[in-house]
């Protein structure tokens, strides 16, 4: 509980209707998207503006309070479950976009704009923002921001970090700073770069400059149903080996197929593995692309191969496909999302492993993947009812994000280490690395309040911190990779 | 050496003989270059450094060695031994390469399975990656696929306590920890020694075409640039040329061949009245030809893409007046390198007057190269961030000691 001096003080900075105590309504923020892991915070403030947030975090930086920043609450790692007794900041009244120049392709907005809107606005011009995650219709850039979001299209694209050129941020220590610009290469350290992706653990981004694209003269979408997701992989590493770069290529094993087809009725044709390929561009290249597209389809035994034929069609794809994972409800009581990466070439030893894994655990897995640049999300099936199975669940999908780290591959690509993947990070990196890392967390972040006991394996003290001289990965002990 | 070390430069030579070699190492006045075999020995050497206040410069083939403040002499780091492309799974299209590679060399292994880093740097031939991702260099390719911070998935760098530490991985997505490598993307080795680098590749552009077009003035090209960057034509790279009485407009293109009549044709009706031509690739060396004549001040300015053609005129007018002759290209991102011809004492003014008509905007203008006799009192970087306490902070977090290139990037850092 926050002392009521503290509690004075935070209605100060944002007034009376910007700040909430009673518990039943504390509760709404008691948990985000990986509603698991459920704490109390002390207090929620929602500030409309820079001023403001900054009067919060001086609040905090005085009292040594523990802040966390939350957007929407769609994060699936864990990223805004709040510090027991710590400051909610929730930036949803940050809702504004403040400036937008066509001509140099770029818009400034408030963290709390959802990320649909930004496309939304800059439609009539013919541009969008091109970061597309699944939540994409209630999520919020400053969410994306904090945690670097994809989505489908970043395949071509890239991640929320490509497309953001400057950020204005409150430091843990109340400072409010401008990083980057609209233009390119300021001189300086690249703290945009590092900022994104931070989860919340260096600031507060109460502005940012995004990066709008032209919408493509074309797009065409083409979906082609194999016997096995392993069909659509090579076919996927055969479209990539052409020299082509779509904009999207997806793979939804049976399971998943079967699941949005209850909650969404896509469409989507019968089979072990369904690929769906987005070619986008000049009108005429994409047709040569996708006449070859079809025919490296077919080569590898595809039994059908559809384009959309419409912008509906279309539309109704991705719904499905976007819809995947809330699906699962439809087949199964209870799931856990996983987020892993692997190299691309190890999608068929990796998908066979995940399916000896699950036989041995007697638990079902249902695979949805970004498959162009190797992004599983492996949805692991259990019923909480069942005495044990829970623990099962999640041991598999711990064991899963391991395998991807032992294939070369990464523990998330795209939904953030939070407060679920901290041990995980520390099978990734060694001891050396994370001490690198925590040196740019203790310069933004001395106090260490900013979202506290997140991302890093065990909460570590800046003072005491020094790093090391190098030791080995277990991985490399155990001569299964070298260092990179 | 410098004055705060009590070390000679031979001591320090046979020191840093005792971990790379007596063959690798040698003295040059107060200098001592050391090339190191591995990680491990750059651990050493930098914690030798470190522990005896010694500066270590970064060194690869020392092609932007004159770029940003001057650094007292020290050790020189080499880079010369860790020159290989060390992984090049090309199916998963990523690469491994180490920081003494030079660029030529390394796009020569990618290109036998049709791949490249999709980045154009200088002399390409002589930089090595860690001085052109150091330097965070770019060149034309970066309008269609970004820069550094966006091919760069991983890396491995050894600070000044000898921590050798990695960074990101790879593959291509990848969110798991702090991204130290963008960190590291431009930060003049002031942070850490980065001995390899992971790219995510893409495939080369065997299919591509130049297109040109001239005109007197470089305004002329405003309203078609701004309509051609507006379409839904995906050039590779667009480049404005400027000298004091003429200008160009390049245009790239890469697609099938089965595309290209109609993407002139389109090219040809937003370019109107302003003739254009089928080109040649040559024309994408103009940025390092810039740097031919040694005794030219060089500029790197970066600005909003609208305001290259408008910048580019104002030089060309300016310099009809006060008769001075340059020489510029500016990409279609908005970043210019000029090459001006003027006496030293005209160059702190002209700076300012860039700088202030950029920095409404959010730009800014590095000097690169200037003479020797203006240098003391010159601010070559401009840096006019609110964030430089934070910068040094980190500087601090990193190497307490400023043993790594010490005074060489903004604010002194």
């Not at chain 1, 199964?332 to 995940?354: C, F, H, K, M, W």
Request: hydrophobic share 40%; proline share 5%; aromatic share 6%.
């Amino acid at each position: 509980m926050l002392p009521q001096s503290h509690i004075d003080e935070l209605r100060s900075a944002v007034g009376a209707d910007g700040l909430i105590t009673g518990e039943s309504q504390l509760q709404t923020y008691e948990c985000d998207g990986l509603t698991n892991f459920r704490v109390l915070p002390g207090a929620v403030v929602l500030p409309r503006s820079a001023a403001q947030v900054q009067a919060v975090v001086r609040v905090c930086a005085r009292h040594k309070i523990p802040f966390v920043s939350r957007g929407a609450g769609t994060g699936l790692s864990g990223g805004a479950l709040p510090a027991a007794g710590g400051v909610v900041i929730s930036l949803a009244r940050m809702n504004r976009i403040l400036e937008v120049d066509i001509a140099n392709r770029y818009v400034v907005v408030e963290p709390g704009v959802i990320n649909a809107h930004v496309t939304a606005r800059v439609a009539p011009q013919g541009y969008f923002y091109a970061p597309d995650p699944s939540s994409q219709s209630v999520c919020t850039i400053g969410g994306n921001v904090a945690e670097n979001s994809g989505g489908a299209h970043c395949l071509k694209y890239g991640f929320t970090v490509t497309h953001t050129l400057g950020l204005e941020v409150v430091l843990p220590n109340g400072e409010i700073v401008q990083l980057g610009s609209p233009t390119l290469d300021a001189p300086g350290y690249d703290l945009t770069g590092v900022f994104v992706g931070s989860e919340g653990t260096l600031g507060v981004a109460t502005k940012v400059i995004l990066r709008i694209v032209k919408r493509p003269e074309v797009v065409q979408t083409l979906l082609a149903a194999f016997d096995s997701p392993h069909a659509a992989g090579q076919t996927v590493s055969d479209i990539i080996a052409a020299g082509m770069l779509p904009s999207a290529l997806e793979i939804m094993d049976a399971l998943a197929i079967e699941a949005a087809e209850a909650a969404v009725h896509a469409n989507y044709p019968v089979c072990g593995g369904l690929l769906l390929v987005e070619l986008d561009g000049p009108s005429s290249e994409v047709e040569a692309l996708m006449s070859e597209a079809r025919a490296i389809c077919s080569k590898n035994g595809a039994q059908q191969v559809r384009v959309a034929q419409s912008d509906q069609e279309r539309a109704l794809v991705w719904k499905g496909r976007k819809a995947a994972f809330a699906a699962m409800g439809r087949i199964s009581p209870n799931y856990i999302v996983q987020d892993g990466v692997i190299p691309r070439t190890a999608l068929p030893s990796v998908l066979s492993e995940i399916d000896r894994m699950a036989s041995a655990a007697g638990l079902r897995v249902a695979n949805v993947f970004h498959a162009g640049d190797g992004n599983l999300h492996p949805l692991v099936l259990y019923d909480r009812a069942i005495a044990g199975q829970e623990e099962l669940a999640l041991d598999l999908s711990y064991r899963i994000l391991h395998l991807c780290v032992d294939n070369g591959g990464s523990i998330t690509g795209e939904h953030g280490v939070g407060k679920e993947k901290q041990e995980a990070l520390g099978y990734m990196f060694s001891e050396p690395d994370l001490a690198t890392m925590q040196l740019v967390r203790c310069a933004f972040d001395p106090e260490n309040i900013a979202n506290p006991d997140k991302v890093f394996p065990r909460t570590r003290l800046c003072a005491a911190e020094i790093p090391g001289p190098y030791t080995p990965h277990p991985l490399e002990t155990a001569g299964i990779a070298e260092i990179f | 050496m410098t004055s705060t070390t009590a070390i000679t430069a031979q001591e320090c030579a046979a020191q840093l003989a005792n971990i790379a070699g007596e063959a690798h190492t040698e003295v040059a006045g107060e200098t001592v270059s050391v090339a190191p075999l591995d990680a491990a020995q750059i651990s050493q050497i930098l914690r030798f450094a470190d522990a005896n206040a010694i500066s270590v410069t970064p060194f690869g083939s020392g092609t932007k060695a004159g770029w940003g403040n001057p650094v007292a002499p020290g050790i020189r780091l080499s880079l010369n031994r860790r020159n290989s492309l060390r992984e090049h799974p090309w199916q998963d299209m990523t690469c491994t390469v180490e920081a003494g590679c030079t660029w030529a060399s390394m796009q020569a292994e990618l290109a036998q399975h049709g791949q490249m880093v999709a980045l154009d740097p200088l002399w390409p031939e002589r930089a090595t990656v860690g001085g052109i991702v150091a330097t965070n260099d770019s060149g034309a390719l970066r309008l269609k696929y970004g820069g550094l911070r966006d091919l760069i998935i991983g890396m491995t760098i050894v600070l000044p306590d000898g921590t050798i530490a990695k960074t990101g991985g790879k593959v291509v997505k990848n969110v798991a920890g702090y991204d130290l490598h963008k960190l590291m993307t431009g930060s003049f080795g002031t942070l850490g020694v980065i001995t390899e680098v992971n790219f995510r590749l893409h495939p080369a552009e065997t299919d591509a075409r130049t297109w040109t077009a001239t005109a007197p003035d470089a305004l002329q090209f405003a309203e078609p640039l701004r309509i051609l960057l507006d379409s839904q034509m995906t050039p590779s790279s667009i480049q404005l040329r400027a000298g004091k009485l003429q200008s160009a407009l390049d245009v790239r293109i890469a697609t099938r061949p089965e595309a290209f009549d109609e993407q002139a044709a389109r090219l040809r009706k937003i370019l109107g009245q302003i003739e254009l031509s089928d080109s040649v690739n040559e024309v994408w060396q103009a940025r390092q030809r810039l740097f031919d004549h040694e005794d030219r001040v060089i500029l790197k300015a970066s600005m909003l893409s609208s305001d290259i053609c408008s910048v580019s005129s104002e030089l060309q007018h300016l310099a009809a007046k006060q008769e001075f002759e340059f020489d510029l290209t500016a990409q279609a991102t908005g970043l210019m390198t000029v090459s001006l011809n003027i006496p030293a004492d005209a160059v702190p003014r002209l700076l300012d007057q860039l700088r202030s008509r950029l920095r409404t905007s959010g730009g800014s203008v590095i000097a690169l190269r200037i003479p020797e006799s203006i240098r003391a009192g010159l601010d070559v970087w401009g840096c006019d961030s609110n964030a430089l306490a934070l910068m040094r902070e980190i500087k601090r977090r990193f190497d307490p000691n400023r043993t790594l290139n010490p005074g060489r990037f903004v604010g002194n850092i």
